[in-house]
Every structure is written in structure tokens, then in C-alpha cells.
């Protein structure tokens, strides 16, 4: 009886660790976070996705943000992006 116990308890925490690691996983996606603790293991593993991330990043730093639409430069109060009417 001892020894089944001893089992269960082992099945039970093994499932329990793989659980909150697949939870963990499934945040970490949703959030976007993470690409610092596991981009040394993608650029091993998989470099060409490792790659494709660093082609995203510079991309995403190289975009302009938008002028605001109403900002204290504008006396008029008009949106600085044409109405389709306008072009």
C-alpha cells in the first residue's frame, strides 16, 4: 500500500510540474514575454525563426509614430491625416 502511494504522489507532482509549465508557456505567448530568457535556446535550436524575430524587432524600432491627431502645432483642429475626399 506504501509503495502505491508512493507512486501517486510521484505521478501526482510530475503532472502537477508539467502543468504549470504549460500554463506558464500559454502566458508567456499571450503576453509577448520571454523572448530574452529563451532567445539563446531558439537561436541553438531553430536559427532561422531566431532570425526571423530580429528581422520583426528592427522593423518594429525603424516605424515612425504618428503625429497626434490634435496636438498643440495645429490651429485649425483638423486631423493631420487627409479625409479620403481630400486626396
Given at each position: 500500500?506504501?509503495?502505491?502511494?508512493?507512486?501517486?504522489?510521484?505521478?501526482?507532482?510530475?503532472?502537477?510540474?508539467?502543468?504549470?509549465?504549460?500554463?506558464?508557456?500559454?502566458?508567456?505567448?499571450?503576453?509577448?514575454?520571454?523572448?530574452?530568457v529563451m532567445g539563446p535556446f531558439e537561436e541553438i535550436w531553430h536559427p532561422a525563426a531566431h532570425r526571423f524575430r530580429?528581422?520583426?524587432?528592427?522593423?518594429?524600432?525603424?516605424?515612425?509614430?504618428?503625429?497626434?491627431?490634435?496636438?498643440?502645432?495645429?490651429?485649425?483642429?483638423?486631423?493631420?491625416?487627409?479625409?479620403?475626399?481630400?486626396?
Open positions: 500500500m506504501a509503495e502505491l502511494l508512493a507512486i501517486v504522489l510521484v505521478v501526482g507532482v510530475l503532472a502537477a510540474v508539467l502543468g504549470s509549465l504549460a500554463w506558464l508557456a500559454a502566458r508567456v505567448r499571450r503576453r509577448g514575454v520571454g523572448d530574452n530580429a528581422e520583426i524587432q528592427v522593423y518594429e524600432e525603424r516605424m515612425a509614430p504618428l503625429p497626434p491627431a490634435e496636438g498643440p502645432g495645429r490651429q485649425d483642429g483638423r486631423s493631420e491625416r487627409p479625409r479620403p475626399a481630400d486626396r
